[in-house]
């Protein structure tokens, strides 16, 4: 199953700056659910502003 946290701005949310209209943001992680347990298979990638920063400079 993914979980799919995240935000979406209205293309007419006049209360944020016009460059973030429209625009949706999502951290998702994948995950295996079995009769044993569970294994969030996106465990490994970027999440945090850090971290996804030295990735896309790399």
Request: no cysteine; glycine share 8%; proline share 3%.
């Amino acid at each position: 199953m993914t979980v799919e946290p995240g935000i979406y701005i209205s293309p007419t949310n006049d209360k944020v700056d016009k460059k973030w209209r429209g625009i949706g943001v999502r951290i998702e992680d994948d995950v295996v659910v079995t009769r044993k347990g569970n294994e969030v298979l996106t465990s490994g990638l970027a999440k945090t502003v850090d971290e996804i920063e030295s990735f896309m400079a790399a």
